[in-house]
């Protein structure tokens, strides 16, 4: 059965960093489209960043702050976020299984992490 499990989340000051780790079982990461989400209560999930085999792409809010990376050998995707600010307070989310369209749409993908809080203080 595959299975999402993200970690890492936690509280930050403003312009720190945190590293996000989703590891996946029952499927092969380096030939998944994987993604990350975030959410804040009452809004919609958000695209943050995607990656595929080696390309990229980023939300215009995080783009040049965050990293969005596989390690094949361990079968975990990262999210490395930096220059932190309150504005990126939320739950974040791995995400596989794309069905194909805008890779930055929650709805295109199909198997989900349980999610990990992160939490920004000014």
């Known amino acids: 059965q595959a299975q999402l499990v993200e970690s890492g989340g936690g509280s930050e000051q403003a312009g720190g960093s945190l590293r996000l780790s989703c590891a996946a079982s029952?499927?092969?990461?380096?030939?998944?489209?994987m993604a990350w989400f975030r959410q804040e209560p009452g809004k919609e999930r958000e695209g943050v960043a995607r990656?595929?085999?080696?390309?990229?792409y980023y939300a215009d809010s995080v783009r040049g702050r965050f990293t969005i990376s596989k390690d094949n050998a361990e079968n975990t995707l990262y999210l490395q976020m930096s220059s932190l600010t309150p504005e990126d307070t939320a739950m974040y989310y791995c995400?596989?299984?794309?069905?194909?369209?805008?890779?930055?749409?929650?709805?295109?993908?199909?198997?989900w992490g349980q999610g990990t809080q992160v939490t920004v203080s000014a």
């Open positions: 990656i595929g085999e080696r390309d990229t």
């Open positions: 029952g499927i092969t990461i380096s030939r998944e489209v």
């Open positions: 995400a596989a299984d794309f069905v194909g369209g805008d890779s930055l749409t929650s709805r295109k993908y199909k198997l």
